[in-house]
């Protein structure tokens, strides 16, 4: 007789009666989900293996409603193709095939995206105004270098300026970031003093004669018809040392067309004074254009909201070396901090 009948006898007075032994119910088997989140190192490597999952699908954090601009990688193409308005790069029809980009039903296209950006008039401060209404943008980059094309329509082509009648320089500018910051964004129109801006600003007349003719303009670092600024806030430019960017232009007098390319190294010597891009890389870009023969100067411009910018991943073997360390440096460092804390945190649950 065991423990727990002896017990049962004992109650009954020894009287006799037999007494049924009470029976415990078996310990709750906890479910696979349930082991899951009392256990913290199941937990970090489902987390892990998530993350895995997302890197390896390419999966890209960018909301489904937004606009965005996706710099293709095109090692084959030289600095000086990127500065060719004709050259096979910028066509639509040119093929890329590690691009990621789909069409409206979810299909590769293999093609360099062309983003449209509708913009409005600058309303912030005066003077006010704007009329382009919006422009088209493709990106490209190769090891070493990073280039956008801009196109919009303007009705005329303004290089010089005619103060006497009110009319000046075509222009256009990108902006960027100078530094991305998780959940600080920086103000769209020239940035603010804790958030400043990078800004590259294209006029017509810094490059008028540098061309072979009035209509196709180049420019080099020797005579560049763009300018590297630092924007600290609304009405505030900081002209810099930094190299400025290379540039083309050209003007379609058929279609009332401006094509303006923007190129610069991915990477300059002064962080405080310019961008820096990684292949890989997801940051903004916002845009702003001047109609010189509508009056538009200054702060009267058309301008856009932040459009996501993305520079698809680089050399692939490289980049997918550099990818899978950092995950297993972050694993090892996430596992070593659960295991420090499950042995220096107190927990009733936990033996001895």
């Known amino acids: 007789m065991n423990d727990l009948q002896n017990e049962a006898h004992l109650a009954a007075g020894g009287l006799g009666v037999e007494v049924e032994p009470a029976i415990l119910p078996d310990k709750p088997r906890r479910s696979l989900a349930g082991r899951l989140v009392r256990s913290p190192v199941m937990l970090l490597g489902a987390a892990m293996a998530l993350a895995i999952f997302m890197w390896m699908a390419d999966f890209q954090p960018v909301s489904s409603d937004s606009t965005k601009l996706t710099a293709a990688y095109e090692p084959g193409v030289s600095d000086a193709e990127f500065l060719n308005l ?5 066509s639509e ?5 590690i ?8 299909n590769l296209t293999h093609k360099l995206s062309t983003t449209v950006v509708p913009l409005s008039a600058q309303y912030l401060a005066p003077q006010q105004g704007g009329s382009i209404l919006q422009v088209q943008a493709r990106a490209a980059f190769n090891d070493k270098s990073m ?8 009705n005329t082509m303004n290089t010089g300026s005619l103060v006497t009648q009110n009319t000046y320089s075509d222009a256009a500018a990108v902006e960027f970031p100078l530094q991305v910051i998780p959940g600080h964004q920086p103000f769209r129109c020239m940035g603010q003093s804790d958030a400043e801006v990078n800004i590259w600003q294209w006029k017509a007349e810094r490059q008028r004669g540098l061309g072979h003719d009035d209509t196709t303009l180049v420019s080099t670092a020797s005579g560049s018809a763009v300018k590297n600024y630092v924007g600290p806030g609304l009405g505030y430019l900081k002209d810099t040392s930094v190299i400025d960017p290379d540039s083309a232009a050209s003007y379609d007098s058929n279609t009332h067309t401006w094509s303006v390319i923007y190129r610069r190294p991915l990477a300059v010597g002064d962080v405080k004074s310019a961008t820096q891009f990684l292949p890989g890389q997801a940051t903004t870009i916002a845009f702003a254009v001047w109609d010189g023969g509508a009056g538009e100067r200054l702060s009267k411009k058309a301008v856009s909201t932040w459009v996501d910018f993305i520079l698809q991943p680089g050399e692939q073997n490289t980049q997918n070396m550099i990818n899978i360390i950092s995950l297993v440096g972050v694993a090892v460092l996430l596992f070593a901090a659960v295991a420090i804390a499950w042995r220096v945190l107190p927990n009733p649950t936990r033996k001895g």
């Open 93 to 97: 029809a040119h093929p890329n095939d």
């Open 147 to 154: 280039a956008i094309l801009l196109q919009w329509q303007d």
């Open 86 to 90: 004709k050259s096979p790069v910028w």
């Open 99 to 106: 691009s990621k980009e789909t069409d409206a039903s979810g």
